[in-house]
C-alpha cells in the first residue's frame, strides 16, 4: 500500500534531480506557461498525459474526465478550453482516448449507475449515432474499442461547435487531432479523422458567426 510519507519523499527526490540537471529548471518553470498542447484525455490513472507523450512541465495544457468527454455545459471543460484557446492560445488540441476505458465499457451495459448516469448518457448517445456499426461487430472486446474510436471522433465534433475552436482554427489555422493510446501496447494511435470535411458537415447548423 503506498504510504503518503512516499509520495514526499519521491518529490524531494525528484527535485533534487531537476536542479541536478538544470540549477535553473524551477525558476524558468515559475515565469509562465506557453503550452503548445491542449489534452483532453480520460481520468483513468493509467493514462498519464505528459508521460505517454513524452512531454516535460509545462508544454501541455491538460484536462480529464472520465471517458474525455467535450460535453458544452460542463462549466468545468468549457472553462479549460476557452483558458487555452483563447488566452494561452494553444495550437493544436488532443482529444485522447484509450482502450479498456472503463467508462466507455459502462455505457455499453444497462446498469444504473446513480450519480454517472447523466455522464454516461453523453457516450450512450454516441452509440446510438453509430449503432448500426457497433451493433454488427461480434466481439465485444472489439465492439468497445471501436466506441472508444467513435467517442472521441464524436467528441472531436464537439470541439469543432465551439465559438473558441471556430474563431481559432480561422485566425491561426489551430489543429484538432483524434488519438487513442493502447493500454495494451503502450503506443498512441492516430485516427487521422478529416477534420476539413467534418466541419464543413456540421458547418450548415453549428457555424457560429465568428
Not at 503548445?36 to 512531454?55: F, H, K, N, P
Request: charged share 25%; proline share 2%; glycine share 4%.
Amino acid at each position: 500500500m503506498l504510504k503518503m510519507e512516499q509520495i514526499f519523499a519521491n518529490n524531494s527526490n525528484w527535485v533534487t534531480k531537476r536542479l541536478e540537471a538544470d540549477p535553473s529548471y524551477f525558476e524558468r518553470l515559475s515565469q509562465g506557461q506557453t503550452p503548445q498542447i491542449l489534452y483532453v484525455g480520460c481520468s483513468d490513472s493509467r493514462v498519464t498525459a505528459e508521460d505517454l507523450m513524452g512531454l516535460e512541465p509545462g508544454q501541455a495544457f491538460v484536462h480529464r474526465n472520465i471517458a474525455n468527454m467535450v460535453i458544452s455545459i460542463d462549466l468545468n471543460f468549457m472553462s479549460v478550453l476557452n483558458y487555452a484557446v483563447r488566452h494561452l492560445k494553444v495550437q493544436d488540441i488532443v482529444v485522447c482516448g484509450h482502450y479498456g476505458c472503463g467508462g466507455v465499457k459502462a455505457a455499453m451495459t444497462s446498469q444504473d449507475l446513480g450519480i454517472l448516469n447523466p455522464w454516461l448518457r453523453n457516450i450512450r448517445d454516441v452509440y446510438r449515432l453509430h449503432k448500426k456499426e457497433l451493433n454488427a461487430i461480434n466481439d465485444i472486446d472489439k465492439r468497445n474499442d471501436r466506441l472508444v474510436e467513435l467517442n472521441v471522433q464524436e467528441q472531436c465534433i464537439n470541439l469543432l461547435k465551439t465559438a473558441a475552436v471556430q474563431v481559432a482554427i480561422k485566425e491561426r489555422q489551430l489543429t484538432v487531432h483524434s488519438w487513442v493510446f493502447d493500454v495494451r501496447c503502450g503506443k498512441l494511435v492516430d485516427l487521422n479523422l478529416d477534420f476539413d470535411n467534418l466541419l464543413k458537415e456540421i458547418t450548415e447548423i453549428y457555424s457560429l458567426d465568428v
